[in-house]
Every structure is written in C-alpha cells, then in structure tokens.
Nanobody, 120 residues
Framework: QVQLVEGGGGLVQAGGSLRLSCAAS????????MGWYRQAPGKQRELVAD???????KYADSVKGRFTISRDNAKNTAYLQMNSLKPEDTAVYFC??????????????WGQGTQVTVSS
C-alpha cells in the first residue's frame, strides 16, 4: 500500500503565498511523475503542475510564472510553491503520484486533498 499525505493548505489573501507538500510512504520502489491537481466547486479536476523523476516540469497556463513544482526523490516528497495567489486559485488541491511498488506493480495514487482558499 502507498499513501500520499498533503499539507500546507489554508486561507490566504490575494497576492499571498502558500507552499503545499505531498509526502508518499509505504511500499514504494520508485515514483515516476508526481503532480498537483485542483478542483473548484462545480468544476472538473484539472492539472496544475507535474514533475518527472528527472525534474522535467509542466504547468497549466493559468499558473505559469506564479507556481513552482519541485520534488525531493530521496524523501518521496513533492512541493508546490504558490505565489501571487488569486481568488480563482481557490480549490481543493490533490497530489497524484505514479508509483512502482515493491511488488513490481505500477499504480497511480491520489492524496486526500488540501483546501486552498484565497480571499479578495
């Protein structure tokens, strides 16, 4: 079993910053891509950013230049630094990881989500 535990969400004023973390634990052999998704009320879940094991990154157009994704492979942890936050960034943020388990099975896992609320 693999668990993803997110942290760092909260309430912030527009223009502020937050840093999310996602720690993976359990029967992990290695983790390929790790990503952050978000889902606002009444909307579909969307990709915010992801990062490969080698460090290649991809961002949604709406967050380019404001958000930075990073990871620490030794700690099986991903981060999302969010700057210049806007009210439209308000959503539940979910961590996602593509994991090779110690049982040589490749599976995709989701965290439980962390709420980010940006006030105007």
């Amino acid at each position: 079993q693999v668990q993803l535990v997110e942290g760092g969400g909260g309430l912030v004023q527009a223009g502020g910053s937050l840093r999310l973390s996602c720690a993976a634990s359990g029967s992990i052999f290695s983790i390929n891509t790790m990503g952050w998704y978000r889902q606002a009320p009444g909307k579909q879940r969307e990709l915010v950013a992801d990062i490969t094991r080698g460090g290649a990154t991809k961002y949604a157009d709406s967050v380019k230049g404001r958000f930075t994704i990073s990871r620490d492979n030794a700690k099986n942890t991903a981060y999302l630094q969010m700057n210049s936050l806007k009210p439209e960034d308000t959503a539940v943020y979910f961590c996602n990881a593509d994991v090779w388990t110690t049982g040589w099975v490749q599976r995709n896992y989701w965290g439980q989500g962390t709420q980010v609320t940006v006030s105007s």
